[in-house]
């Protein structure tokens, strides 16, 4: 009760709310790097995903790739990475992105892959060419899959950018590590607190995003299948 | 028309799908593949649009060469229709259709208002054009497929097995269709099938398949059931065929017996005179404007009171009718067999009875067309 208590009253400090090491600019803080490092892992994993998937070709490239590097502990990629271009903003974007890329690509690989070979065989028999197929059916009905992936990839990235305090950025994380230095167990659990509300708001805004962007004759289709 | 010259198709595993295919398909017409499985069907109708290219041999639309055009344009240009329609899951019925309108560059507008009219022609209610395909039935779902083949109006349309999902009574529903449109239309259709019954009924010229992929016989209809070549056709078009042909010849020919046929205001004494000198054990009665009303048998009349008007007696259902001008000696086979009185109803356009045949009259019918 004593822990819960002095968290409450860690929330309710006024200070906390303000300044450069408040909660709200931490917050920011820790939600622009994981947005960076998901937009980054985007744009590179979709395409990629998007082209394995239509093609065939590096299929088992992708899902090796994708193992390996999932494989990986985060922090060992971040520490090479600052060894070798130094501390900042791009070793934990670039970290961020190495976790996020295989769950993005191999959802993405696999959705475009299990569209019903009849779907694309009439979709070119009426004429339609390969970037059409692939634009026009393929990445449609991927859709459910490839929104899946980016939430999964989301949900880590927000967990694991903690790590950029590791070395010295900012983030929710900076209170778990300047907690730890500190021995301020509140300050360390209050990070934590923050860091998982968050992990449950990125949940929450994807099931929006997919209402939004799956097609609703796939949406009812699930439904019928339910 | 399209022609298929010495066309084959070798896959590198050694198969040989199709041997080398010479036919000539007809314009305007629906000319039917069939074959068991495997003998190369589904191969040869692909090389029309260039799905398949054919190892070695060639086929032409219109004296072209499909090769001489770019894939996708030919392609736009051919009606394709597959198994289970292929719908788009995440399109409705309307774009699914508009689907080439909007590949040839037509605007939205346009496509949908194109879409609407090919529902109104394959039989869908308006009311369906915003529904996607998986809330719709089978046949229904075959129905957009062949509405969004037609979308641009291709001459040539191309079918695999469109009708092999659905369930028998649907199917024959969707043929019927088939017929209707054809006649509007006047389509080069060619149409692949396992389904003898389907190659006779929708199709002016039917190509059997044999197994290694070779054309066993090209032939119409009755040629094909009167005169297969061979015991691998013959067997192939089953041991039924003789009942199948039957449909080729007209019921005109029959003779029809008028002296069974009564009057509702007859009365059972003139009746049971009539059935004695005719020898017959069923009369028909028929109403003041000759429409049918039933049969009355002789052993029932001789329990009546002689007076009674035969309008007022329980009659015994008379089934199905065949017309006379129109339907085939199929037809009044079917009628016959399925009448509880042993025969069958012939009757004129309107529903009027022209007269009756009993089985043993079109035995003897069937017996001298088949000779
Ligand atoms: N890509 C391929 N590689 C090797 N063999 C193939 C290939 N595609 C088809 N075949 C073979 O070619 C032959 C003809 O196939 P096709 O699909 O034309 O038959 P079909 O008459 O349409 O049969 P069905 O009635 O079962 O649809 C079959 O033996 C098939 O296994
Ligand atoms: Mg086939």
Known sequence: ?226 | MITFEGAAKHYPDGTVAVAGLDLTVESGRTTVFVGPSGSGKTTSLRMVNRMVEPTSGKVLVDGRDVRSQNPAQLRRSIGYVIQQAGLFPHRTVRDNIATVPLLLGRGRGRARARAAELMDLVGLEPSQAKRYPHQLSGGQQQRVGVARALAADPPVLLMDEPFSAVDPVVRTGLQDELLRLQAELRKTVVLVTHDIDEAVRVGDRIAVFRPGGELAQYDTPERLLTHPVDDFVESFIGYDRGVRRLAFFPANHLSLREDVVLDDQDTVERALNTVDTAGEPWALVVDQRRLPLGWVAADRLRREPSGVELGRLDLTAYGHTFDVERDSLRAALDAAVLSPAGRAVGVDGDGRVLGVVSQADLGGAIWSVSG
């Open chain 1, 1 to 226: 009760m004593d822990v819960l208590n002095e968290l409450v009253a860690w929330f309710s400090d006024p200070g906390q709310w303000s300044g450069p090491d408040g909660i709200p600019v931490r917050t920011a803080e820790h939600v622009q790097y994981s947005l960076l490092g998901l937009l980054v892992a985007a744009l590179i994993a979709v395409p990629v995903g998007l082209l394995t998937g239509h093609t065939g070709v590096g299929g088992f490239a992708t899902a090796s790739l994708a193992n390996f590097a999932r494989a990986l502990p985060t922090i060992g990629v971040l520490f090479l990475i600052v060894l070798a271009a130094g501390i900042g903003l791009v070793p934990v974007v670039t970290a961020l992105v190495a976790l996020a890329v295989p769950p993005i690509l191999v959802n993405t690989h696999e959705g475009v892959r299990q569209v019903d070979p009849a779907l694309k065989d009439a979709a070119l028999g009426m004429g339609m060419r390969g970037g059409q197929v692939l634009l026009r059916l393929e990445l449609p009905v991927a859709v459910p899959l490839v929104v899946n992936g980016l939430r999964t990839a989301a949900v880590q990235v927000v967990a694991t950018a903690t790590i950029a305090a590791y070395v010295g950025v900012g983030g929710l994380g900076r209170y778990i590590v300047d907690g730890q230095a500190r021995q301020d167990l509140t300050m360390m659990l209050g990070g934590s607190v923050l860091v998982v509300l968050l992990a449950v708001v990125t949940t929450l805004l994807f099931a929006g995003l997919s209402r939004l962007l799956v097609a609703p004759g796939l949406r009812s289709l699930a439904a019928a299948h339910r």
